[in-house]
């Protein structure tokens, strides 16, 4: 690479990178599309040793899965002067970063890490473990080594292994921001491979793929021109066309051959070699040609990616900071302050809760409300008890005969055995007991899910204090819940007493008489069955007055020992973490999240000001 594209490099792209890489690490990935080379291709493809041969460093290998299991993020930063080689790896749970103070530990580093993370079985994980390499004999890149594609499950391996590592890998490369690095051997039917198919898929046009042929000193004698075709972009077009390059065989890597000595005998392949040695004249040989063509991609990709990496990291920016107010400002460091820290925090709990079942404005400035939900299970309840009236007076109509032959004794016709009716009203009333009770579930969880959502909104980014919030409304809940239960089993006890004061009950009668005596059907059925005719009019009357009675009384249960009576037990609980003075400390432990998060903010502000 000549000076004026280092000069350009250092000065523009270096930092970029850097930046980029530090927001990787902190996972902002997954909010952010960053710039990255995605490197894929099939099984034994050769895809590892061309990573050796970029990075100056083996990787694991082996058969198949055995040294494949998950995705490597190689960082490599060349060093302007010639210090030693240095490098360090990091993954999920590892204490900071190891260091790696000799390049021949790679190998072991990344092994240890992979039997971590994914078992020292066959098995693969979605973790990625990042190695960085700083020397001077390594191009300015980072690349994203995925799982190779295997075709058929060996023993050991999960049956829908294939489909899992395409999922992987699709995750990476369906991003518009990610290059898509292919490697496919010299000495296969290219149209065969599934890394390829996979590339096409998600950029049919092929404007972000680069194609690596490999192995092409095992091609059959006779395919070499149909090689140097491929090589030249005659077969299947992409628009950054296709590199080739020759990596240490199996053979040589048991015989030890260095890398410098493969970079060498590489050189003196293309250079003499019958057919290639045109693919090298036109710089499409050789692995030093490959870095130089993928930092040229990288830094063009990442300056066309700048104006929208730009506008999402400030949407990013701007959220993160409206997050950050949500958490408020944190406590003081002095043992008073933090003190008062906590009563502040948790009184305005308290008056929140109570504000929930009052209806009133909160501390917390949430627009939580908990009569809206209770409203729409107290109409649900109503609507119950119209239904379960007008269901049960249509099947004395269709089964009136029945009626007859089952409760008429010896009563002539007009009369109505008291006996008869009360046992049909009781009846009715019972089949109203576990709707009721699940009206009073559903409430409940309501009434729960608001007061969970304010404890989160109150002690965010304090998870020991929003643990022992939860607690208290999880088993306040429940202890709320089986009492309400309790209460409402009592009233359909009560409800089995047959009893309305007989002002109350003529005042509803007369009118259900007129308007019986209005309906066709009535009419009809009163020269036939008169029995059935007051037996009717009878338990309308009642029914009438006993779910109104029920309409109310059920709602009232709920709300008092519910929301009230919750609400009164949770404010004393949680006052009586207040008397708990060791306790100070361990409450108002800050969530690492929220240090996450201010360090973000940080580095994406940083980043955008590097983008103006």
């Not at 003081?332 to 009184?347: A, C, G, H, Y």
């Not at 010896?410 to 049909?424: R, S, V």
């Not at 009333?429 to 404890?455: C, H, M, Y």
């Not at 929301?563 to 400390?585: G, N, R």
């Amino acid at each position: 690479m000549n000076n004026t594209l280092n000069e350009h490099f250092d000065r523009k792209v270096r930092p970029c990178i850097d930046l980029i890489d530090s927001l990787r690490s902190l996972g902002v990935e997954q909010d952010l599309a960053l710039p990255a080379i995605a490197v894929i291709g099939d099984q034994s493809s050769g895809k590892s040793s061309v990573l050796e041969a970029l990075s100056g460093v083996a990787l694991p290998r082996g058969n198949g899965l055995h040294c494949d299991k998950m995705s490597l993020e190689l960082k490599m930063k060349k060093k302007k002067d010639r210090g030693k080689w240095c490098g360090k790896i990091t993954y999920k749970d590892l204490d900071g970063e190891e260091e790696i103070k000799d390049q021949a530990d790679v190998e072991t580093k990344i092994r240890e890490a992979q039997n971590y993370l994914a078992g020292d079985g066959l098995d693969i994980s979605e973790d990625l473990i990042t190695l960085e390499i700083a020397s001077p004999n390594v191009p300015d890149l980072t690349l994203i080594d995925l799982p190779g594609i295997a075709r058929v499950a060996v023993e050991g391996q999960r049956q829908d292994i294939g489909e899992t590592i395409k999922r992987l890998i699709s995750k990476y490369i369906t991003k518009q921001e990610t290059i898509i690095l292919v490697v496919v051997p010299c000495n296969v039917d290219i149209a065969t491979t599934e890394a390829l198919k996979m590339a096409q898929e998600v950029d049919p046009k092929g404007e972000r793929t680069l194609g690596i042929l490999t192995k092409p000193d095992l091609v059959d004698k006779g395919t070499e021109e149909t090689v140097v075709n491929i090589a030249r972009n005659g077969f299947t077009h992409l628009k950054k066309g296709f590199m080739i390059v020759r990596c240490r065989g199996q053979q040589e890597i048991i015989d030890n051959m260095s890398l410098l000595q493969a970079k060498e005998r590489e050189e003196d392949f293309f250079r003499t070699h019958q057919f290639f040695h045109t693919l090298f004249e036109d710089d499409l040989a050789t692995v030093p040609k490959l870095a130089e063509k993928l930092t040229l991609e990288l830094v063009h990709h990442i300056e066309n990616s700048l104006p929208r990496l730009q506008k999402m990291i400030e949407e990013k920016l701007a959220q993160t900071h409206v997050e950050l107010e949500r958490y408020g400002t944190g406590p003081s460091t002095d043992p008073e302050e933090r003190n008062v820290f906590l009563i502040e925090k948790v009184v305005a709990f308290i008056h929140d809760v109570q504000s929930l079942t009052t209806g009133d404005e909160m501390k917390s400035g949430d627009k939580l409300n908990v009569c809206s939900p209770l409203r729409t299970e107290f109409e649900k309840w109503e609507t119950d008890l119209d239904s379960s009236g007008k269901k049960f007076n249509e099947k004395i109509q269709r089964e009136k005969e029945i009626y007859e032959n089952m409760y008429r004794g010896k009563e002539l016709p007009g009369f109505i055995d008291y006996k008869t009716f009360e046992a049909i009203v009781k009846d009715q009333i019972k089949q109203l007991e576990e709707p009721a009770i699940n009206t009073l579930r559903n409430a409940g969880d309501s009434i729960k899910k608001v007061f969970l959502q304010l404890a989160q909104c109150s002690f965010a980014g304090f998870p020991n204090l929003l643990r022992i919030a939860k607690s208290h409304i999880e088993l306040l809940g429940q202890n709320m819940e089986t009492i309400a239960e309790a209460m409402l089993r009592t009233q359909f006890k009560m409800e089995m007493v047959v009893f309305t004061q007989d002002k109350t009950y003529r005042k509803i009668l007369k009118p259900e008489y007129d308007r019986h005596i209005e309906n066709k059907w009535f009419r009809n059925i009163m020269d036939h069955n008169t029995f059935i005719r007051e037996l009717l009019l009878h338990i309308t009357t009642y029914y009438q007055i006993a779910s109104q009675r029920l309409a109310d009384q059920i709602p009232i249960v709920i709300r008092y020992q519910m929301l009230q009576e919750l609400a009164s037990e949770l404010q004393k609980h949680m006052l009586q973490i207040l008397q708990e003075k060791d306790q100070i400390e361990s409450l108002l432990k800050e969530d690492q999240t929220l240090a996450r998060k201010e360090l973000i903010c940080k580095v994406v502000t940083n980043v955008s000001q590097r983008l103006e």
